[in-house]
């Protein structure tokens, strides 16, 4: 669907983004993630056609950005972070307005105007002016703008920033439809929405990139050691004598006393099965086991290990 080869821009002295390889496949939601300056708005703004490479090439359907942009700009729909909405406009017109700069004629502009408003329920928004809009509604005017035509790639920046629960909710779903028909490229700083609803993730970081994968297989990746929390009562100091006495613990990390009299224990394992011979000598020694469950890196981990960042 799309190719990404080597994709880089400088802006003079300056590198947004350098030397990007990746893919978005056919009927793939592709989560696209970094933090601030990484580089992400400048990326989906060249995959985009409005801004040009220093060097790299692009390919969307089959049609080189640079060299064939009519072509795959047809293939296209983008909803930038601030959706391109005129205030003075009524949602109608304006959707028949971006139906036109899409191409689109005749007795097929009523046709598509007519689809799109009904998939992001707008039918008894058509006559109001989108400056009287929600916020909610105005992003479902930015998001029906970028649907019209049925663009095999659809690009997503940030779509439901500033938009309550209840509409997270509702977007979050019909974005999720959407990858059944198109190829998405969703970025979004939340990432229990990436999670949510993303095939794949790309993860970029001072413009380069750090890592292509699903999400199961990089929390995968980054796990490690096993780490066991453990949560006991009674005497911390019998717990870690017993604890001590258990092959197959790499390291106890971390004790953490409670104010009800319970201690938690972070354990290093060398594998999980060791699980089993700490319960049986906690057991044998005469430990209450309160809790025991196994931490794994979730993305929020992955992504602050690959950026570089800290909590």
Same mark, same amino acid.
């Given at each position: 669907?799309? /190719?990404?080869?080597?994709? &880089?821009?400088? $802006?003079?002295?300056?590198?947004?983004?350098?030397?990007?390889?990746?893919?978005?496949?056919?009927?793939?939601?592709?989560?696209?993630?970094?933090?601030?300056?990484?580089?992400?708005? &400048?990326?989906?703004n060249i995959i985009a056609g409005y801004l040009p490479?220093?060097?790299g090439t692009v390919n969307v359907c089959g049609h @080189?950005?640079?060299?064939?942009?009519?072509?795959?700009?047809?293939? +296209?729909?983008?909803?930038?972070?601030?959706?391109?909405? $005129?205030?003075?406009? #009524?949602?109608? *017109? $304006?959707?028949? $307005?971006?139906?036109?700069? %899409?191409?689109?004629?005749?007795?097929?502009?009523? %046709?598509?105007? /007519?689809?799109?408003?009904?998939?992001?329920?707008?039918?008894?928004? #058509?006559? #109001?002016?989108?400056?009287?809009?929600?916020?909610?509604?105005?992003?479902?005017?930015?998001?029906?703008?970028?649907?019209?035509? @049925?663009? *095999?790639?659809? +690009?997503?920046?940030?779509? &439901?920033?500033?938009?309550?629960? &209840?509409?997270?909710?509702?977007?979050?779903?019909? +974005?999720?439809?959407?990858?059944? @028909?198109?190829?998405?490229?969703?970025?979004?700083?939340?990432?229990?929405?990436?999670?949510?609803?993303?095939?794949?993730?790309?993860?970029?970081?001072?413009?380069?990139?750090?890592?292509?994968?699903?999400?199961?297989?990089? *929390?995968?990746?980054?796990?490690?050691? =096993?780490?066991?929390?453990?949560?006991? /009562?009674?005497?911390?100091?019998?717990?870690?004598?017993v604890l001590g006495e258990v092959k197959g613990i790499?390291?106890?990390?971390?004790?953490?006393?409670?104010?009800?009299?319970?201690?938690?224990?972070? +354990?290093?394992? /060398?594998?999980?099965?060791?699980?089993?011979?700490?319960?049986?000598?906690?057991?044998?020694?005469?430990?209450?086991?309160?809790?025991?469950?196994?931490? #794994? =890196?979730?993305? *929020? %981990?992955?992504?602050?290990?690959?950026?570089?960042?800290?909590?």
């Amino acid at each position: 669907m799309v /190719e990404i080869k080597n994709l &880089t821009k400088h $802006y003079g002295k300056v590198t947004a983004v350098n030397d990007l390889s990746f893919e978005i496949r056919d009927n793939e939601i592709l989560g696209f993630l970094g933090p601030n300056g990484a580089g992400k708005s &400048t990326t989906m703004n060249i995959i985009a056609g409005y801004l040009p490479t220093s060097s790299g090439t692009v390919n969307v359907c089959g049609h @080189d950005i640079k060299e064939d942009a009519r072509a795959a700009k047809r293939c +296209i729909g983008y909803l930038p972070e601030i959706p391109p909405l $005129y205030p003075d406009m #009524r949602v109608e *017109e $304006y959707l028949r $307005y971006c139906a036109g700069i %899409k191409g689109i004629r005749g007795g097929e502009v009523k %046709k598509e105007v /007519e689809k799109v408003m009904k998939r992001l329920q707008l039918t008894d928004m #058509r006559r #109001r002016l989108i400056a009287n809009l929600s916020k909610g509604y105005k992003q479902r005017v930015g998001l029906a703008q970028a649907i019209l035509g @049925d663009p *095999e790639l659809l +690009i997503l920046d940030e779509p &439901t920033v500033g938009l309550d629960p &209840t509409q997270v909710a509702e977007l979050r779903k019909f +974005i999720k439809t959407l990858g059944k @028909d198109h190829s998405v490229i969703l970025s979004s700083h939340i990432l229990s929405e990436i999670s949510a609803v993303c095939d794949r993730v790309v993860i970029i970081s001072k413009g380069e990139l750090r890592a292509v994968d699903t999400i199961e297989n990089l *929390e995968r990746k980054m796990s490690g050691s =096993p780490i066991l929390s453990l949560t006991v /009562e009674g005497e911390q100091l019998a717990a870690s004598f017993v604890l001590g006495e258990v092959k197959g613990i790499k390291e106890i990390q971390d004790i953490i006393e409670n104010d009800d009299g319970t201690s938690v224990f972070k +354990i290093q394992l /060398e594998d999980e099965k060791v699980r089993q011979d700490i319960m049986a000598a906690l057991v044998e020694g005469g430990i209450n086991v309160v809790e025991m469950s196994m931490e #794994r =890196p979730d993305l *929020e %981990k992955v992504f602050l290990e690959l950026t570089g960042k800290k909590k």
